[in-house]
């Protein structure tokens, strides 16, 4: 079974940074394209940025030249470093992948972003 553990989160003031950590197991990580997907009350979940297998990335241009994607194979884990956080990041964090067809996500981890 796939599991898919977020770490990282809490409260910053504005300005400041945060990295969130995904922590998988059951899967051959190495193969897997990974995302980071973040939601507010009261919207969709939207995806924040994502990374295949051989290292391409990619983001939402709100986050773009803030945030930072990364994978490490050996560890089997994925991550987001954000910088420059702004009220308009907060929101609960989930990491995903596509597994046999099916979407696996974590169960999330909030980051707030409040003087």
């Known amino acids: 079974q796939v599991h898919l553990v977020e770490r990282g989160g809490g409260l910053v003031q504005p300005g400041g940074s945060l990295t969130l950590s995904c922590a998988t197991s059951?899967?051959?990580?190495?193969?897997?394209?990974m995302n980071w997907y973040r939601q507010t009350p009261g919207k969709q979940r939207e995806l924040v940025a994502g990374i295949t297998s051989d290292h391409n990335t990619e983001y939402i241009d709100s986050v773009k030249d803030r945030f930072t994607i990364s994978r490490d194979n050996v560890r089997a884990t994925v991550y987001l470093r954000m910088n420059s956080l702004r009220p308009d990041d907060t929101a609960v964090y989930y990491c995903?992948?596509?597994?046999?067809?099916?979407?696996?996500w974590g169960r999330g981890t909030q980051v707030t972003v409040s003087a």
């Open positions: 059951g899967i051959n990580f190495r193969l897997y394209p």
């Open positions: 995903n992948t596509r597994y046999k067809g099916n979407q696996v």
